[in-house]
């Protein structure tokens, strides 16, 4: 029960603090995560770091990402994808420069820990993103697609990258060989969920989204769109991406079908919001 009185706790704050920002002309995530920092483990401790405040926060983020795709307009997503690929790149080599020098001349450290450093400040929070553009009823503009196409791209480059990274780590001094097969199974394993993730759009997500609906049963529509939300961000966790990734994917799945509303709908009135504040509090 100590969990139920944290989680009251979380939401009475997080509704406060969003409440001020928003009357100040702020974006509510600001005051969501500094509150989350104030009433965290950094200071007072009031709520600590435990597993299911975990699970909590995870399921926030990936309900925050499934929103925010299923409000994306894919048109302008397309458009501007070249403008968002450059942005995204500029935001992986720019901290893994800076950082890995940094580290490299100020501790010393050889070339691959440098390099290792920089990727690992290369990552960046989508959700977070994702959460600001949704308080300024942003997501479907030129500007939107353009911060959000970036900020998964940044996010996928990213993890990518630090994959590489880790299976480098693990299997350096153990031959050219065995290196090389460990990234190429990364890579293979990640081109397929992409691979995969088009199947969904095209095909898998509208027919399970119909097939929902013939279901005699209250909220079966809503229901199924969940499950493809948290399939797709379990098989990318599973490949090593963000689960946060797959989520968003699901979201432009299901925006393809004629039960975007619906389901956009009943996830905003509901719960959801409540989880989202819990995510960004538990994430500062």
Known sequence: MQFIGALCLILIVTTLA?????????????????????????????????????????????????????????????RFLKPAIIVAVCGVIMPVILMGATAAVAFHYDTFTACYIGVVFSATSVSISVAVLRDYHALDTAEGATILGSAVADDIIGVILLSLMISLLGVRGNGAHTQSLGIGWILLEQLAFFGGTYLV????????????????????????????????????????????????????????????????????????????RFSLSASG
């Open 18 to 78: 969003g409440h001020f920002c928003n009357r100040v002309g702020v974006p509510a995530v600001i005051g969501q995560i500094l509150v989350g920092i104030v009433i965290g483990p950094a200071m007072l401790g009031l709520i600590h770091n435990t597993t299911i405040v975990q699970v909590f926060a995870n399921i926030g983020v990936i309900l925050l990402m499934f929103i925010g795709g299923l409000e994306s307009n894919l048109t302008l997503l397309r």
């Open 201 to 276: 759009v095209r095909w898998i997500a509208p027919y399970l989204m119909a097939l929902s609906e013939k279901l005699v049963m209250n909220a079966s529509v809503t229901i199924m769109s969940m499950v493809i939300c948290l399939g797709m961000a379990y098989l990318a966790d599973v490949v090593g991406l963000s689960g946060a990734v797959g989520a968003f994917f699901a979201g432009i799945a299901v925006a393809h079908t004629p039960y975007r509303e619906v389901s956009k709908h009943i996830l905003n009135q509901s719960v959801m919001p409540s989880l989202f």
